[in-house]
């Protein structure tokens, strides 16, 4: 699926080369946190097959939040840069919330500025988050039927568990959304059709936690040793479940080429403001 969005996605630059616009995307990177140097690696790796043009900018470990700030604006004045990538984590002392903020919400291709979340609860989707999106194809692609399926969410962060109940509640899913603190777990993915598992507890799921026949989604990413693992005991649960995502190889790939898509998106619109 990641790889017919990434050739939808070149198709997409093609014709706006034809326009004469190359889309660009810009990401942020402070600091040195080599999980975070080989995320953005991939970025722009995929971004170089679809023909966006990328960069990085980075700033040092010790950043004051305005230095970060004003970078970010640096980058919303430049009409060669279409989308802004934060990437997260950033070093303590450093407001993530204030950075998201400053990004432009036409250019925020992660969809988290509170203008396109507020987009996104009204049910008038703009830029949201890529995972959720992801999430979202993979079940259309698959003809899963969203209205009135019965949805469980495990994790509430603002990455993924919140965007992704607006995104089902968009589309008339039935949604729970549980946490850490939610009573006998079991209770509730038991009535998933629609399982999505985000809260970075490795093997969390066990197989008599899913009903038989579910779409598992795990999004977890947690390392055992030297072994990389999700939140769901794959082996088990792929024996009940009628179509789940492996870690890694799921939905990471996914993600990545959401991200690609937006890019383009925003390229579009900006590209028809002109």
Known sequence: MAAEVETETAQRVKRLERKGIVPGLATVLVGEN???????RLKHSACNRVGIRSENVVLPERSSEEDLIERIM????RADVNGILLQLPLPGGLSPQRAM????????????HPVNMGALLLGAERLVPCTPRGIIYAL???GKKLEGAEAVIVGHSNV???P???????RNATVQVCHVFTRDLAEHTRDAEILVVAAGVPALIKKDMVRPGAVVFDVGINRVGDRTVGDVDFEAVKDVASAITPVPGGVGPLTVAMLLSQTVSAA?????LI
């Open 160 to 162: 993924v568990g919140k």
């Open 74 to 77: 640096e980058l919303n004045g």
């Open 101 to 112: 903020m400053s990004i432009l919400p036409e250019k925020d291709v992660d969809g988290f």
């Open 34 to 40: 080599p999980a975070s140097q080989m995320y953005i």
């Open 140 to 142: 259309e692609r698959l």
């Open 164 to 170: 992704l109940a607006a995104m089902l509640l968009n």
């Open 268 to 272: 579009e619109s900006q590209a028809a």
